[in-house]
Structure formats: C-alpha cells, structure tokens
C-alpha cells in the first residue's frame, strides 16, 4: 500500500550509542516532516525537508541530524543516545502544504537506558 | 507563534451519546488550515476531518463534524452515535497555507474513553 514506511518499530539503545531511524515514502510527496511524541504531549517537530537536498530545523533539532538525497528517503540520525531522546519518533509527509493533507508513518517507539 | 490548546486533557462518553472536544489556536495568519487527528493505542495517526479556514462552512464526514469559529479562534470536534472504536487520543493541529516550513502544529491532545 502507498504510504510513508518507517523502520524500526522498536528500538533499545544504550546512552551514547547511535542509530538511523528509517523513513520512506512512495506517494512522490516535496514535504516531510520528522516528529517526536512525548507522553502527554502532542508532536513537535524535529526537522523537514521541503525538497530533496534541502533541510531544515524545527522546534527540537538538538541531538539529531537528517539528510534527503531522495523524494523519497529522510532517514533521522541519532549520533550519541542520551535518555532524553526516548521518544515516539513519526515521520510524515505532504504534497500540498495541508491542502492534500499529511500522512504519517506508523512511528517508532525508542527507549535510551 | 502559532499555537494549539486543547483543555481537556481527558473526556468520558457514553456509547452512541455524543461528545464534543475543544481546540483552540493563535495565529495572526488568515490562510491555514485545521485537523483533528486520532490516534489509537496502535499509536497511528489517522485523519479525522480537515478544515480549511477561508471556507465558512463546517467540516463534516460520516460521524464527525466540527464547530470552526473563525474569529474566536475556535475548531471543536463533535462526534455523534460515539462508537467503542472511537476511543482513542485526539489531537487538533493547524497548518499555515502557503508557509515555507508547511509543517503541522499540535495540541497536546484529549484521551477520549467510550464507555459501553
């Protein structure tokens, strides 16, 4: 099914460890977006790209880093795992800025100990 | 800013009663557009209803449809014939038309309980 695909669903890192979170996207979108949810909160923004080689940060860039030499790949990095970045991340996308509206991958839960 | 409230941290609804979720935002633009999302224990986000601020006309589908009150700042959801599926986490979020970032803002969200 067409969509945006994240991998992995579920991850332990250890604190200073690092790892890629996954995120592709199939519908040809200009716009993505990567999230994190904490408990209680709703999302805030990380980082979003409104076209291949272009990025940008959002509200929480601190401690991640992305890249997206395709349409269809923005994979989030995290370079030294602290346990604050325990988190929900989601990824998402648009075409039309809202008008078309956004559609989110399934989210990966990620747990620093 | 822009900003997104949701006062209701929790609701509570009697199954096929209906419920109404607030939301409430601040912007100074006048081209954006609003949603609410659901999100279950699966933890997808799924699309509710869509709302784009120059139509006057309330959103509807199926059983959902929204208050938007433009000038109060003001887009509550309402559910009607509330089914056990609805239960979920509801989130409102606003999206600038035409902004360089075009990324979603959200609320923190409304636990919604359906109770047979």
């Known amino acids: 099914n067409a969509g945006v695909t994240q991998t992995p669903k579920f991850r332990i890192l250890k604190i200073g460890q690092s790892m890629t979170l996954q995120c592709t996207q199939d519908?040809?979108?200009?716009?993505m977006y990567w999230y994190r949810q904490d408990p209680g909160m709703g999302l805030k923004l990380i980082y979003y790209s409104v076209g291949a080689g272009i990025t940008d940060k959002g509200e929480v860039p601190n401690g991640y880093n992305v890249s997206r030499s395709t349409t269809e790949d923005f994979p989030l990095r995290l370079e030294l795992a602290a346990p604050s970045q325990t988190s929900v991340y989601f990824c998402?996308?648009?075409?039309?800025?809202?008008?078309?509206?956004?559609?989110f991958g399934s989210g990966t839960r990620l747990t620093v100990v | 800013a822009q900003t997104v409230t949701q006062s209701q941290p929790e609701m509570s609804v009697q199954e096929a009663e209906t419920v109404t979720l607030s939301c409430t935002y601040d912007?100074?633009?006048?081209?954006?557009?609003l949603f609410w999302y659901k999100q279950p224990p699966s933890r997808q986000m799924i699309l509710v209803i869509r709302q784009e601020a120059y139509k006057q006309q309330n959103a509807t589908e199926n059983r959902f449809s929204v208050n938007f009150q433009k000038a109060a700042k003001s887009f509550s959801l309402k559910i009607s014939d509330s089914q056990l599926g609805d239960a979920a986490m509801y989130f409102c979020?606003?999206?600038?038309?035409?902004?360089?970032?075009?990324?979603?803002?959200f609320g923190k969200g409304t636990k919604l309980s359906v109770k047979p």
């Open positions: 979020a606003f999206a600038n038309y035409g902004g360089s970032q075009g990324n979603l803002i």
């Open positions: 998402a996308s648009t075409q039309g800025q809202g008008l078309y509206g956004y559609t």
């Open positions: 519908m040809n979108h200009n716009y």
């Open positions: 912007t100074s633009e006048s081209d954006y557009y």
